[in-house]
């Protein structure tokens, strides 16, 4: 059995602005960033805007224009990058943002990080 990665998932995410998603994000930590960062005891949260957008690709996930990175720091456990990510996920959703994660333990997310998620 692989050893997952746990230390890093990116959240590619659409539907929503770079200033927005962070809002939200703060909000459900309830924690400010500073400058583009949430930071916290063993990880942290960057939010990005995606640099590799091209025109027409919006049907591609990796192509969404915002995304969310979340660093575990020392080696994160499992258990916490899989409750942070879905945390994460479950909020977006929530808030009619579409969102997929991409990271060794999708398969632990919800709806398999989005994967499986009905449009």
Avoid at 26 to 41: P, V
Avoid at 48 to 66: M, S
């Amino acid at each position: 059995m692989t050893e997952k990665d746990c230390d890093y998932c990116k959240i590619f995410v659409t539907g929503i602005s770079h200033d927005e998603l962070q809002a939200l994000v703060a909000n459900e930590f309830d924690i400010a960033f500073e400058l583009r960062t949430l930071q916290f005891e063993g990880y942290s949260v960057d939010i990005e805007k995606n640099v590799t957008v091209t025109i027409g690709g919006i049907d591609n996930f990796l192509q969404w224009p915002v995304f969310l990175e979340f660093f575990g720091e020392g080696g994160a456990s499992e258990g916490v990058a899989v409750e942070v990510v879905a945390r994460i996920l479950n909020s977006l959703w929530a808030s009619n943002v579409e969102a997929v994660a991409s990271c060794d333990f999708e398969d632990e997310l919800p709806c398999n990080g989005g994967f499986s998620r009905p449009s």
